[in-house]
Nanobody, 128 residues
Framework: QVQLVESGGGSVQAGGSLRLSCAAS??????????MGWFRQAPGKEREGVASLDRDGRSRYADSVKGRFTISKDNAKNILYLQTSSLKPENTAIYYCAAYSTEIQLHLRLVASMYIYWGQGTQVTVSS
């Protein structure tokens, strides 16, 4: 069973930055994290995909965060990162890390239902 633990959330003013981390561990962690992604869910809204990264280093971003967020991974430590910048109040949400054991088709990589492993989330609050 794979465990994902997010950290790095907090409260920032608009225009600020945060680096979110997701530590993956457990039996079969290497096999189970071929595809990974960051999702977020704001109050009263559906969970939406933010960024994804596969083991070959191919990334995909939601249009709303392109140029402001960067997804990366330290494969030696099994930690997934999301570097955020130029944060906006509408980016306020709980940010979740997710993983799946195989390659996900490119057009589905920001679809939450494609992932089976999830972390507990970390809160990001952006004030104006």
């Amino acid at each position: 069973q794979v465990q994902l633990v997010e950290s790095g959330g907090g409260s920032v003013q608009a225009g600020g930055s945060l680096r979110l981390s997701c530590a993956a561990s457990g039996y079969g962690v290497i096999y189970s994290t071929y595809s990974m992604g960051w999702f977020r869910q704001a109050p009263g809204k559906e969970r939406e995909g933010v960024a994804s990264l596969d083991r070959d280093g191919r990334s995909r971003y939601a249009d709303s965060v392109k140029g402001r967020f960067t997804i990366s991974k330290d494969n030696a430590k099994n930690i997934l990162y999301l570097q955020t910048s130029s944060l906006k109040p509408e980016n306020t949400a709980i940010y979740y890390c997710a993983a799946y054991s195989t390659e996900i088709q490119l057009h589905l990589r920001l679809v939450a239902s494609m992932y089976i492993y999830w972390g507990q989330g970390t809160q990001v609050t952006v004030s104006s």
